[in-house]
Every structure is written in C-alpha cells, then in structure tokens.
C-alpha cells in the first residue's frame, strides 16, 4: 500500500532527478502539434550534421565539432531552425539587447535570462 509519505518522497525524488524547469520537463509540457514540429527539427538537424560530417575535411582543425559550428554560423549552410512557436514554449521570450545597452547591462541581461532558464 503507497502510503501518501510514500507520494511525498517519490515527488521530492523526481524533482530532484527532473526539475520543473528543465528542458525534459518543458518538452513534456509540449502541445502535441508543438511536439511534432519538435521532433521534425531534431530529425532535420540529425540529417543536417550527418551531410555536413560527410563534407568535413579530415585534417579540419578542431575536428567535426568546430566544423559543425562553423557551418551553424555561415549563412548559407541552411541549418535547420526550430519554429518560433516551439521555441517561445520552450524558453520563453528571447532577451532583448540594445545596441546602446552598457556591457554590464546587457550582462544583467543575459544573466536574468540565465537564471529564468533554471
């Protein structure tokens, strides 16, 4: 018999192991569609570095990570992007920093955006 000690204990476990705001936890908070359109990106991003993988160039410093990147960063790798709505479900509004911003307040920025993320 699950006696409701029992029920406090296995919570205060699975918090521990799954935070409420981690990443699994928001994925399981996913719409169906929003799951979908997810699980379409991951597939279209296994398919993007498995063809970039087979164009790294063996001696290519810092190996297929750094290549990876590389092309995440060149405009015209086509990378796949995670729809706007997934990603607004998953993390919240993306932060906002002014080109007039100091560097400590756009470090203030980024950091409360951080810590939102925990």
């Known amino acids: 018999m699950i006696t409701e000690r029992d ?9 521990i192991v799954k935070p409420a705001n981690s990443l699994e936890a928001r994925l399981e908070k996913l719409s169906e569609e929003h799951r979908v359109r997810y699980d379409i990106y991951c597939w279209r991003m296994v398919q993007w570095a498995t063809r970039i993988n087979a164009m790294c160039p063996d001696d290519y410093e810092g190996g297929i990570d750094a290549h990876l990147y590389a092309r995440s960063i060149d405009s015209k790798s086509y990378e796949p992007r995670l729809d706007a709505r997934v990603q607004m479900a998953l993390f919240g ?10 560097e400590d307040e756009a470090m203030r920025i980024y950091k409360e955006y951080c810590d939102e993320q925990r």
């Open 93 to 102: 509004p993306t932060p906002r920093i002014l080109k007039t911003a100091s």
């Open 7 to 15: 029920k406090r204990q296995l919570a205060s476990i699975i918090a």
